[in-house]
């Protein structure tokens, strides 16, 4: 009995420590994304994921050569989103958005997000991993 009761409390002595430790991201900016490739989007908002780990927004943007693309941007965590005031409420289906930030190193229409821009200027912060994206200049 005194056994079982040390390892139950070693057991949660530990899940408490380590509940304690900050959680680094899965992955870095580095690994997916180029910061020599930025990128400046224009679109009209086709969809919001506000999904664990990564919040998504799709955009379509019209190229120079007339085509339609969809991008998909990839934002912080939902409740990162949430508290910078992105919602599904506020980017609702047809809108129209500005979002910089950085392109997927396979050179496909995805990208990581550092900001929206709404066209009345207003601009959020989209809490993810790329540099300047939690609202703080890297530079």
Known sequence: MRITVRVLGVVVALGLLLAAVPVSAHHSF????DENK????QGTVTKVELVNPHAWIWIDVKGADGKMTTWGIEGGPPTNLLRN???KASL???????IFGYQVK???PKGVGVFVEYLDGRKVFMGGSAPGADGNPTK
Not at 92 to 98: D, N
């Open 30 to 33: 580095a690994a997916a994304y």
């Open 38 to 41: 930025p990128i400046n989007l």
């Open 85 to 87: 005031g992105i919602t």
């Open 92 to 98: 609702p289906i047809g809108s129209p958005v500005k």
């Open 106 to 108: 396979s050179g496909e």
